[in-house]
């Protein structure tokens, strides 16, 4: 089945850009789509479809896709961005719904 | 405004089965949509089963065949999730999430509904 990979953590200053990359063969030929999920909280989509961001998102949050990696960038970082973030796509194994392991952002 | 609301928590015996129910509330179930996702404490975000489009049918991962059923009622917009033979290994809150329209992402999930086995 198809694997995604993440870093467990980032850190980033507020203020400062922060970028998450999700690995994945070849991933660039697929659609990667973002989930932010704060402590109790179930999560929510942030960007579909490598760079679209769902109403209510805010611009700061953008996304891309090429090549073995995905980036969700997240500019101006607030202290309210500190959460969990997952990268998930769909592929053609048997097991077609894939998450990354997670990314734990930390606003110092 | 399209809302997903799960069953309460539940606590199980090794061995006994679980059915947690997703109520949608503000959108009409015509057909079947909902997936299931599970996090276990501490852990990340594992894909349980859902429709798939491409097969037209509902499909679940490997990990979980034979185990877990997947139904929906559309008279009460209502989606379940059965899971037996729990072991502790399941404790885990479990979510339902709604694929984007046509597509493969999920544009909104349940509160989530935990489930402990202990014995």
């Known amino acids: 089945s198809y694997v995604l990979t993440q870093p467990p953590s980032v850190s980033v200053a507020p203020g400062k850009t922060a970028r998450i990359t999700c690995g994945g063969n070849n991933i660039g030929s697929k659609s990667v789509h973002w989930y932010q999920q704060k402590p109790g909280q179930a999560p929510v989509l942030v960007i579909y479809?490598?760079?679209d961001r769902p109403s209510g998102i805010p611009e700061r949050f953008s996304g891309s896709n090429s090549g073995n990696t995905a980036t969700l960038t997240i500019s101006r970082v607030e202290a309210g961005d500190e959460a969990d973030y997952y990268c998930?796509?769909?592929?053609?194994?048997?097991?077609?719904?894939?998450f990354g392991g997670g990314t734990k952002l930390t606003v110092l | 405004q399209v809302q997903l609301v799960q069953s309460g928590a539940e606590v199980k015996k090794p061995g006994a089965s679980v059915k947690v129910s997703c109520k949608v509330s503000g959108y009409t179930l015509t057909e079947l949509s909902m997936h299931w996702v599970r996090q276990a404490p501490g852990k990340g975000l594992e894909w349980m089963g859902g429709f798939d489009p491409e097969d037209g049918e509902t499909i679940y991962a490997q990990k979980f065949q034979g185990r877990v059923t997947m139904t929906e009622d559309t008279s009460t917009d209502t989606a379940y999730m059965e899971l037996s033979s729990l072991r502790s290994e399941d404790t885990a809150v479990y979510y339902c999430?709604?694929?984007?329209?046509?597509?493969?992402?999920?544009?909104?999930w349940g509160q989530g509904t935990l489930v402990t086995v202990s014995s």
């Open positions: 479809y490598d760079s």
């Open positions: 998930q796509v769909w592929d053609s194994s048997s097991d077609p719904w894939v």
């Open positions: 999430a709604m694929p984007c329209s046509g597509g493969s992402c999920y544009s909104l």
